[in-house]
């Protein structure tokens, strides 16, 4: 006999601006952590839940289907949903998160691991090892026989489809305001405010005002916080392959660089150095591979920090573009105390507003504060007015779902031409393609030819690359040059086999 399923005490709010489904998911978490549902207990079915909380049946469809992918409930056949096996000694004692699935069965279910894909190699051949070129200078003979470049790197946004209109009304309404006296190292508190909402909104953070900092983007925010908590020669751990960006400025504000490996689900938490200062992680959509960080390895990456007394920093930098799957919690809402979450205007609207945010705890916002003063280091007054604007009136959600459906074509129509050859296109705007290392050259040689500029794993590495492949952007292209990009490339890799760089 099944057990007789937990009556849940939860409610849902129509009036709220986060949707009912998310809402759901949101409560069942909360009551998984706290310790009101226990692993092994039964979950009302799917058609019980919906009659008791008055909504229908897809929304409990979709949050049970949701918290199945992330680990957190199981279904066992015939029998109905259970909450699943979660490790509750991840987080130890005292901890405000309650348990967590360290290694519960299934937690890395629905994550689409596609494995270790590593082998050894030299530099990168389009982009020199280490240095990369820029992006703005396109080699000459990068130009295509008589056809126009096609540029599939990553890192550049569409920024051409946006309302004229919003755009124009948010910066003369910024223009409408005298200039300021002084400048607030918090940010203008309207904004705060505004950022606050949509955090809350978007990505389900817990977030207020007194959590935000107004940034010129993740960039600058990371320089910051590394002048605010790294003590000098402090140690920094760096996703490997990483943003190449985060070493260049922590190790410019004195830190001692340590690559932190990672493989197709994001930064593997066993084996991290216990001394480090901070951790740099892209957990949503790991730069360059993709992948994205599943739940219980979250758990286990905060029960890390919290032992080491590492801050881990979050880049959500392209968090808000996701496909066919659902949003997994950020990790500052799982920890706040421990976690930093750096985001920007840069890949949702434009890398040239020079707007992002650094959300913390309010006791490290003030030291960050406080060392943004010493340093006389600001954002824009008028930047800050527009961008308050454009969230004020739900123009950036609205360019935010116009974005989504067409980055959704481009990658639509990537994985259509490359099938199975393609991972880490749950998210973000680029994918990879993993390949052996001798063929990553010619290849990118080859594309050239024809006028397809692409980037490569090896330039992502810190020292000697043990990932070889593609990274695609479909970012700066349109969809018809992705369309065409994408079939000069598919014919260049030829039938090949799926697993051809294992
Ligand atoms: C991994 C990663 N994080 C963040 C950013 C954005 O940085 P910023 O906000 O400083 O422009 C980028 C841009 O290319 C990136 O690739």
Same mark, same amino acid.
């Given at each position: 006999? #099944? ?11 129509r ?18 952590r706290?310790g ?5 207990e ?6 019980a839940?919906a009659?008791?909380l008055a ?15 992330e ?5 066992r ?15 130890g ?5 309650g348990?967590g ?10 994550q689409?691991?596609?494995g270790g ?10 982009h020199?090892?280490?240095s990369?070129t820029a992006r703005g ?7 295509g026989?008589?056809g126009?470049?096609i ?7 569409w920024v051409r ?7 124009r009304r ?6 409408d305001l #005298?200039?300021g006296?002084a400048?607030?190292?918090?940010g ?7 950022l606050?909402?949509h955090l809350?909104r ?5 977030a207020?005002?007194?959590n ?10 990371l320089d910051?916080l590394?002048?605010?908590?790294l003590r #000098?020669g402090?140690?920094?751990?760096v996703?490997?392959p ?6 260049t400025?922590?190790?410019?504000r004195?830190?001692?660089i ?13 084996g991290?150095p216990?001394?480090l200062g ?7 959509h790991q730069?360059p591979?993709g992948g ?7 758990e286990?990456l ?5 032992r080491?007394?590492?801050l881990?920093v ?13 949003p997994?919690?950020a990790?500052?809402?799982l920890?706040?105390?421990?976690v930093v ?11 040239d507003?020079g707007?992002?945010?650094l959300?913390?705890s309010p006791?490290l ?7 943004r ?8 007054g008028?930047a800050?007015q527009a961008?308050?604007?454009?969230l004020?009136r739900?123009?950036?959600d ?14 639509a129509?990537?994985v259509?031409?490359l099938?199975?050859r393609?991972?880490g ?5 680029h994918?990879?393609?993993p390949?052996p290392e001798?063929r ?15 980037d490569?794993?090896?330039r992502?590495?810190?020292g000697?690359?043990g990932?070889?492949?593609l ?6 292209a ?6 065409a ?8 890799l ?6 051809e760089?294992e």
């Open positions: 006999m #099944p057990p007789i399923p937990v009556d849940l005490p939860l409610a849902v709010d009036a709220a601006p986060v949707s009912l489904t998310v809402q759901l998911g949101d409560r069942l978490r909360a009551a998984i706290g009101t549902l226990t692993s092994g039964r979950l009302p079915s799917t058609r839940l009659r008791a909504v229908s049946r897809t929304v409990v469809t979709e949050a049970y289907q949701q918290l199945y992918a680990g957190w409930i199981e279904g056949h015939g029998s109905g949903t259970y909450v699943a096996d979660l490790d509750l000694s991840a987080h004692p005292g901890s405000a998160h348990p699935s360290a290694h519960g069965p299934g937690s890395t279910r629905g689409g691991s596609t894909r590593g082998s050894t190699g030299g530099p990168d051949p389009a020199g090892s280490g990369g200078a396109v080699p000459a003979s990068a130009a026989p008589g126009p470049l540029d599939l790197r990553p890192g550049r946004p489809d946006y309302d004229e209109a919003a755009w948010a910066w003369r309404r910024a223009a #005298p200039p006296d400048s607030d190292p918090y203008l508190p309207r904004l705060r405010e505004a606050a909402a809350r978007t990505r389900g953070v817990p207020g005002p007194e935000v900092m107004v940034t010129r983007g993740t960039g600058n925010g910051l590394a002048a605010t908590v #000098p402090g140690r920094a751990g996703e490997d990483g943003w190449r960006r985060a070493r400025i922590l190790g410019a004195g830190a001692e340590v690559p932190c490996p990672v493989d197709a689900d994001g930064v593997l938490v066993d991290l216990e001394d901070l951790l740099y992680t892209t957990p949503a730069y591979l994205r960080l599943p739940i219980a390895r979250r286990r905060l029960a890390w920090a919290r080491s007394g590492a881990l979050e880049d959500d930098y392209d968090a808000e573009f996701r496909y066919d799957v659902a997994l919690p990790l500052y809402g920890d706040p105390e421990r979450l750096l985001g920007t205007l840069s890949k949702s609207l434009s890398p507003i707007v992002g945010w959300v913390a006791d916002l003030d030291a960050v504060a406080r060392t003063e010493d340093l006389t280091d600001r954002t824009g008028p800050q961008v308050a604007v454009l004020e739900g123009d950036l609205r360019h935010l779902r116009r974005m989504r459906l067409e980055y959704a074509r481009r990658r129509a990537l259509a031409a099938g199975s393609v991972t296109d749950t998210a973000g705007l994918v990879m393609v390949l001798h990553v050259g010619p290849l990118v040689e080859a594309a050239r030819g024809r006028g397809v500029l692409l490569t794993t090896d992502h590495h810190h000697r690359p990932r070889h492949g990274v695609i952007g479909y970012g700066s349109s969809l018809a040059q992705v369309r990009g994408a079939a000069i490339l598919a014919r260049l030829g039938p090949g086999l799926a697993d760089a």
